[in-house]
C-alpha cells in the first residue's frame, strides 16, 4: 500500500490508507485512543478502538492492533493502515488542515520506539530548554512544524533567487573553496593541511566571481559556503555559513549593482510573502512587508550625522556598530516606513583595497551595505577593474603583490568594469521570522565553540 501524507488524507474518505509519522500525543478517552500523527506536512488524528466493524457484516472484530497502540510513546514511529473517516460534526478540529478527517486504525506497525526525550518535542505550557541544550538535541528541536518552517522557506528562497537570476541572464558558477591563498584578506582565515602544503578555506568566493567578468561571463551568481575563522560569539555571526553573490559586468556604479539587488530582494520576498506569509505571521508574529522601490540610502556621512543628531554613541570610524545599525534602522522606518535602508560611501580605510574610489573624492569608496531592521545583510561595491590603480591600491593597503599576483592577473588582459554584493541567507531569514539569533536559523550551526552534532 502506498504511503499517503496527513495533509493529503482528507481527499480519501471512506478509503483504506497507510500513513507513516511521530506519535506526538496519545489521549485515552475511555477505551479508544486517540493519537495525533505528526508527519512534515502536518497532524492527523488516528482513533485506535478495542474492536472494529466486520467487512461483512454488522457484527464487530476484534482490532488486532489494540494491545500493541496501547504501549505507544510519544515520539515512536509507526505505520498505520486504517479507514479515513468524516469526523461527525462538533468533533471537527479547526486548528489543523485534516481536522475534518481522523483515521480509523486498523493495523499498526512500529517503525522506531524512542526513549525518554532530553527535551521534549511537543510539551504544551512548557518553556523551552535553553538554546545551548536545544542545540545540543537539534534533530529533536527541529521536529517542532515551527522549526522545520525556516527551512522550507529557506527552499523556496533559494530557489526563487537562482530562478531570477536565471531568467535575467545569469550564469550560476562554483568555485572552490580551497585556496592557496586567503580570499579576502589574512585574518579571519582557517588554514588546513593540504598535502605537503597549506591551504585556506574561502572567506568568500570574491575573486572568482571577478575571474568569471574577466573571463566575459557578464553576469554571475554563486550560492556557496563562506568560511571565517572570526573569534565572535554575537548573535549575527558564524564560522560557517552560506553566501549568495553576484557580480554583474559593464556597470556605470554601484548604483546599478543596488538596483540589481533591489528588484531580485522584492521579486523574492513577494514569492514567500505569497507562499508562507500565513504561515510566518501564525509561527513567529512576523507580517512579511514588500519593500518599495528605490529602497532610502544615506552615505555614510548623511548617516553619522544622523546618528550624532540622537546622540547615539558614534565611534565614527567609518563603519557602523550593531548600536548605530539600529538607531539607523529605526530613524529611516520612522521617516521613510521602510525596513530597508543602503549606505553607501564608504571611507577606505574600513573597504578592501579592490574597491572603487569615488571620482569626486578618492577617499571614499563606491560601496554600500544593506541593513534591513538593524542588521547588516548584505555588502557590496563596485570593484577596480583598472590594473594600474588596483596594483597601487593594494600597495597602498600594505599587501604583499606576491600573494595577490593570480588574482591582479585578471585585470591585465581586458576586463570589464564591474561590481557585485555578497548576501548572508541566514541574516535576511533571521529578518524574514524576526529571529534574533543566527543559531536557530542555522540547520547545524558552527561558532568558536561549537562543531557538534
Ligand atoms: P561581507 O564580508 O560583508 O562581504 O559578507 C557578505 C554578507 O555575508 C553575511 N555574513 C555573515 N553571516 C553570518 N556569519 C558571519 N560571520 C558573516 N559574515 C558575513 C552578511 C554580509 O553582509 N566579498 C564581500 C561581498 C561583496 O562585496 O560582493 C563580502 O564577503 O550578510
Redesign the pocket.
Known amino acids: 500500500m502506498q504511503r499517503i501524507v496527513n495533509a493529503k488524507t482528507v481527499k480519501y474518505s471512506g478509503q483504506r490508507i497507510m500513513v507513516c509519522g511521530w506519535v506526538q500525543t496519545i489521549r485515552a478517552h475511555g477505551k479508544i485512543l486517540f493519537i495525533d500523527l505528526r508527519d512534515q506536512t502536518g497532524i492527523l488524528q488516528a482513533v485506535i478502538t478495542p474492536s472494529i466493524p466486520n467487512p461483512e457484516g454488522i457484527r464487530k472484530r476484534k482490532n488486532s492492533c489494540y494491545k500493541l497502540a496501547q504501549k505507544l510513546k510519544p515520539e515512536w514511529v509507526v505505520k498505520f493502515e486504517g479507514i479515513i473517516k468524516q469526523r461527525p460534526i462538533g468533533m471537527q478540529n479547526p486548528c489543523i488542515e485534516t481536522g475534518g478527517v481522523e483515521l480509523a486504525v486498523e493495523n499498526l506497525k512500529v517503525l522506531s520506539k524512542a526513549k525518554i526525550l532530553p527535551i521534549p518535542v511537543f510539551e504544551i505550557g512548557k518553556k523551552e530548554p535553553t538554546l545551548e541544550k536545544r542545540m545540543n538535541w537539534r534533530w529533536l528541536d527541529l521536529r517542532k512544524p515551527e522549526k522545520q518552517l525556516i527551512f522550507r522557506v529557506w527552499t523556496v528562497m533559494e530557489q526563487t533567487f537562482g530562478e531570477y537570476w536565471i531568467s535575467h541572464g545569469y550564469i550560476q558558477i562554483h568555485s572552490p573553496k580551497l585556496m592557496s591563498v586567503p ?2 584578506s589574512g585574518a579571519e582565515v582557517f588554514e588546513v593541511k593540504y598535502f605537503d602544503r597549506k591551504a585556506y578555506l574561502s ?4 575573486f572568482y ?1 571577478q575571474m568569471a567578468m574577466a573571463a566575459g561571463f557578464e553576469k554571475v551568481f554563486e550560492i556557496g559556503p ?1 568560511f ?1 575563522a ?1 573569534p ?1 560569539f554575537t548573535s ?4 560557517e ?1 552560506a ?1 549568495y ?3 554583474i559586468s559593464f556597470i556605470e556604479s554601484h548604483q546599478d549593482v543596488i538596483q540589481a539587488e533591489e528588484e531580485a530582494l522584492v521579486y523574492v520576498l513577494t514569492k514567500i510573502k505569497q507562499e508562507f506569509g500565513k504561515d510566518i505571521e501564525k509561527f513567529y508574529g512576523r507580517k512579511i512587508v514588500i519593500p518599495k522601490i528605490p529602497f532610502p540610502q544615506l552615505t555614510m556621512k548623511e548617516a553619522k550625522e544622523i546618528l550624532s543628531k540622537l546622540k547615539v554613541k558614534n565611534k565614527n570610524n567609518g563603519d557602523l556598530s550593531p548600536e548605530e545599525e539600529k538607531k539607523l534602522s529605526e530613524f529611516v522606518r520612522k521617516r521613510e516606513g521602510h525596513e530597508f535602508v543602503f549606505v553607501t560611501e564608504y571611507p577606505i580605510e574600513v573597504r ?1 583595497f579592490y ?1 572603487m574610489r569615488l571620482e569626486t573624492n578618492p577617499k571614499l569608496t563606491k ?1 554600500f ?2 541593513l534591513w531592521n538593524d ?7 563596485q ?1 577596480e577593474h583598472r590594473y594600474e590603480i588596483l596594483v597601487r591600491q593594494a600597495k597602498e593597503k600594505g599587501l604583499k603583490l606576491e600573494s595577490i599576483k593570480y588574482y591582479l592577473n585578471f585585470f591585465k588582459y581586458g576586463c570589464p568594469p564591474h ?10 531569514l533571521m529578518k524574514i521570522f524576526n529571529i534574533r539569533n ?1 543559531r536557530e536559523i542555522t540547520y547545524l550551526y558552527r561558532g568558536v565553540k561549537r562543531l557538534r552534532p
Open positions: 580570499s579576502e572567506q568568500s568566493p570574491q566571481k563562506v571565517r572570526e565572535s549575527r555571526h558564524a564560522t555559513f553566501g553573490d553576484v557580480e578592501p574597491h560601496s551595505d544593506l542588521l547588516e545583510i548584505t555588502t557590496g561595491a570593484r561590481g557585485g554584493f555578497g548576501l548572508g541567507p541566514e541574516r535576511m543566527i
